[in-house]
């Protein structure tokens, strides 16, 4: 069984456009993650939400707009899709533990072409 | 977080031990040291975390420095499946849902 999945795949679409990744997870977990990693494989948190809440929105334009509908879910829709915004977008989930401890676990990724 | 230094790539034949080194000599007395990896293509994956005692699991060995200024990442025997690069991560004891701080990490190269 696929523990964090990811659709689609791969995603090439045109500037301008507006594009959703979907991202589903079945580990019971309350916390989730959206990731970017760029062109020169820098990986950067986006966004994390626990129990369908927003935690933490890490200075990305408001053309990404993440949807929790619940604790298994964390969709990401991208508006007026720029050539910047190509890249590798891996989802993850984790337990919420305080202290340093949790471990989070990823999907296989979307790649995302903005032609 | 405190920030990690690891060397930028690596290289090891089949079949023999590799020793990943970590230098962390900010890490604060509650930082956890994780350890990642991510094979081509794919999502990054948990491979071990420790505090301060060595820590072994069915991947591989966490090593830490009694001063826990530095950690070594032990594969006892690697394949080319281990092939990947390997980050290391210091994780502080604050909020449950924050992200992981990805460095460049180690490129690690397995000759045949």
């Known amino acids: 069984d696929t523990a964090v999945s990811q659709t689609p795949k791969y995603l090439v679409t045109q500037m301008g456009n507006d594009k959703s990744i979907k991202c589903e997870q079945n580990?019971?977990?309350?916390?989730m993650y959206w990731y970017k990693q760029d062109s020169k494989k820098f990986l950067k948190i986006m966004f994390s939400y626990n129990n369908k809440e927003l935690i933490i929105n890490e200075t990305v334009p408001n053309r990404f707009s993440p949807k929790s509908p619940d604790k298994a879910h964390l969709n990401l829709h991208i508006n007026s899709l720029e050539l910047g915004d190509s890249a590798v977008y891996f989802c993850?989930?984790?337990?919420?533990?305080?202290?340093?401890?949790?471990?989070?676990?990823f999907g296989p990724g979307t790649r995302l072409t903005v032609l | 977080d405190a920030k990690t230094t690891q060397p930028n790539s690596m290289e090891s034949n089949e079949e023999e031990p590799v020793h990943l080194p970590c230098n962390h000599s900010t890490i604060s007395g509650t930082d956890y040291i994780h350890w990642y990896r991510q094979l081509p293509s794919q999502g990054p994956e948990y491979v071990i975390h420790g505090l301060t005692s060595n820590v072994n699991n069915r991947m591989a060995s966490l090593a830490i420095a009694e001063d826990r200024k530095s950690s070594t990442l032990i594969l006892h025997r690697a394949t080319l499946r281990d092939a990947a690069v390997y980050y290391c991560i210091l994780r502080g004891p604050g909020g449950g849902a924050d992200g992981l701080t990805f460095g460049k990490g180690t490129h690690l190269i397995i000759q045949p």
């Open positions: 993850a989930s984790s337990y919420y533990g305080t202290g340093g401890w949790n471990e989070q676990f």
């Open positions: 580990l019971g977990h309350d916390t």
